[in-house]
């Protein structure tokens, strides 16, 4: 981490008060933690996609300014941060999917080594549907395929940001992995 956390608490604070400066300072602060999340969203994307990591940071992080979130600390804003890029991806994946208009077979695999089909702005659709359901089933386990998946965080960076067990997050992530699974392939 390049700045005391502290620092960027405070910044992200600033930011809710209405601070506009506060946005400014913090990116450099925090950049590259979300290139590492945004290269590790890319690595799972299509080859022909045409957002890069940078692009996918920029658009991610314009929103977040946008945001009115009573901002915690650094995991807080780069959990929420994860999110957002996901949201990106996914509109991405829609506007491609709407143009494409293909059909066929999805597969999409949850392991730590992520196998996925070529045709991954379909999978990332079914993915998403599916979390969105497990969201309101289990919010702590869609959150933890968030980070552990999209996001690319370790399990013990999972349990800081969520304030839970390791154990807890691998109990977690192997019950939203099976519950996905199964979603996936009723859907697909």
Avoid: C
């Avoid at 601070?19 to 925090?30: C, E, I, N, Q, T």
């Avoid at 869609?142 to 370790?154: C, D, K, N, P, Q």
């Avoid at 940001?161 to 390791?166: E, Q, S, W, Y």
């Amino acid at each position: 981490m390049s700045a005391p956390d502290g620092q960027v608490t405070i910044l992200l604070k600033a930011m809710k008060t209405g601070d506009h400066s506060a946005a400014d300072k913090l990116l450099p602060l925090v950049y590259s933690e979300l290139h590492r999340l945004a290269a590790a969203y890319m690595h799972r994307e299509r080859k022909d996609h045409t957002l890069q990591p940078t692009a996918l940071i920029n658009e991610a992080y314009l929103r977040l300014a946008q945001e009115d979130i009573d901002w915690q600390n650094r995991e807080h804003f780069i959990g929420v941060a994860a999110n957002v890029m996901r949201r990106v991806l996914v509109d991405h994946a829609r506007a491609h999917t709407a143009a494409m208009r293909g059909g066929g077979f999805v597969r999409v695999e949850l392991d730590d080594n992520v196998a996925i089909s070529q045709e991954r702005s379909s999978e990332l659709l079914l993915l998403d549907d599916a979390l969105t359901r497990l969201e309101a089933l289990n919010p702590r386990q869609a959150r933890v395929v968030e980070l552990r998946y999209f996001g690319g965080l370790s399990v013990e960076q999972v349990a800081n940001i969520l304030g839970v067990a390791p154990r807890s997050v691998k109990r977690d992530w192997a019950l939203a992995r099976i519950w996905l699974f199964k979603e996936v392939r009723q859907t697909s």
